[in-house]
C-alpha cells in the first residue's frame, strides 16, 4: 500500500471513530435537542461522508489512468450497463384482505392505501354509554383546574417515562407546555362539567 494510501485509511479510521463517538453521545443527549454535540455529529459525520466520496472518486480516477487493455472492457462494462436504484429498500407485494376477499396490492398506490387502512382503520362511531357497563364513580373533590396547575404537573412529569395510549412521551409535553397549556385547561374542564373523568 502506497504513503497516500496509508495515510487515507489513517485518516478515514479516525474520522469515523470519531463521527460513532459523537453519535453515541447525541444517543444519550436526545432529549435535548438544543444540545452542542447534535451539530458537532452532524458535521463529523458529514465530513467522514465526504471524503469517502472523494475518496471513491480519486481512486476510480487512479484505476483509469493506471488501467491496460483488459482493464478498458471492464471500465466499458461499468459505465455502459444500465442505470440501477442503488440498491434501495422495496416493499413487495402485498397480501390484504377485505372481508372475506383476499387481495394483492402491486403498485405503490395501492400499498400505501393498503398500509393506510391496516395502521389507521376508520374509527368506529361513538355509541354513547353502554348500559350493560359498570362504570367506575366519579371523582369528587378535584377542585378547580386551572393553567397553572396544568403547566406546573407538565414539568413535573417524568421525561422518559414510558407513553400512554397515545404514544406521546413526557419529554414532548413538558417542552411544549407553553404551546398546550390553554388547549388542555379547555380539555380538562369539558371533561369535569361532562362527568367524563373517573376513579381508577
Request: hydrophobic share 30%.
Amino acid at each position: 500500500m502506497s504513503k497516500s494510501k496509508r495515510w487515507w485509511t489513517k485518516e478515514l479510521s479516525q474520522l469515523r471513530t470519531h463521527a460513532n463517538k459523537l453519535g453515541r453521545a447525541a444517543y444519550k443527549l436526545r432529549g435535548v435537542p438544543e444540545h452542542q454535540v447534535h451539530a458537532e455529529h452532524k458535521a463529523a459525520k458529514n465530513k467522514y461522508q465526504n471524503i469517502i466520496k472523494v475518496t471513491k472518486q480519486q481512486h476510480w480516477r487512479d484505476w483509469l489512468e493506471k488501467a491496460e487493455d483488459s482493464d478498458i472492457w471492464a471500465a466499458h462494462h461499468i459505465v455502459s450497463a444500465p442505470y440501477t436504484d442503488g440498491g434501495r429498500a422495496k416493499i413487495l407485494k402485498l397480501k390484504y384482505k377485505v372481508g372475506n376477499k383476499e387481495l394483492t396490492a402491486s403498485t405503490n398506490e395501492e400499498k400505501s392505501r393498503a398500509l393506510t387502512n391496516c395502521f389507521f382503520p376508520t374509527k368506529l362511531q361513538d355509541q354513547g354509554r353502554n348500559s350493560e357497563v359498570k362504570y367506575p364513580k366519579v371523582c369528587k373533590g378535584v377542585g378547580k383546574i386551572t393553567r397553572k396547575k396544568i403547566h406546573e404537573q407538565l414539568r413535573k412529569a417524568k421525561p422518559f417515562k414510558a407513553p400512554g395510549p397515545d404514544g406521546i412521551p413526557n419529554i414532548v409535553l413538558s417542552n411544549s407546555t407553553d404551546l398546550i397549556t390553554d388547549r388542555l385547561f379547555y380539555i380538562y374542564e369539558a371533561m369535569l362539567e361532562s362527568g367524563l373523568q373517573y376513579a381508577p
